[in-house]
């Protein structure tokens, strides 16, 4: 069975940084993770899920929302099955709950039907 499992989510001040992480594990016929676009995803209580980030299969590629960019830096290992996600600058409307997501794909892709397994999340609180 698929899973990707979140971690590093917390309550941090505006203008803090923190990293989230995101690790992938198969099931029997799970295909090798630079296979898969990786993606991080974001919900806010009232909203619909957002884009944020996304990173190719073997990372060369990536790509931000507007929303995020120059503060946010997305990176994987796929030695370790993970991705992970450097927020800095942290405003308060980046209070969301944090996903990630993965599809076999070449690229990046921007749009939430397009992502065919998705983890459980992580709350980040922007608060002072």
């Known amino acids: 069975q698929v899973q990707l499992v979140e971690s590093g989510g917390g309550l941090v001040q505006p203008g803090g940084s923190l990293r989230l992480a995101c690790t992938t594990s198969?099931?029997?016929?799970?295909?090798?993770?630079?296979?898969?676009?990786l993606a991080w995803w974001r919900q806010a209580p009232g909203k619909d899920r957002e884009f944020v980030a996304a990173?190719?299969?073997?990372?060369?590629?990536?790509y931000y929302a507007d929303s995020v960019k120059g503060r946010f830096t997305i990176s994987r290992d796929n030695a370790k099955n993970t991705v992970y996600l450097q927020m800095n600058s942290l405003k308060s409307e980046d209070t969301a709950y944090y996903y990630c997501?993965?599809?076999?794909?070449?690229?990046?892709?921007?749009?939430?039907?397009?992502?065919?397994?998705w983890g459980q999340g992580t709350q980040v609180t922007v608060s002072s």
């Open positions: 198969g099931g029997t016929f799970e295909h090798p993770i630079n296979y898969y676009a």
């Open positions: 990173a190719s299969g073997n990372g060369g590629l990536t």
């Open positions: 997501a993965k599809v076999i794909t070449n690229w990046c892709p921007v749009s939430i039907g397009e992502y065919d397994y």
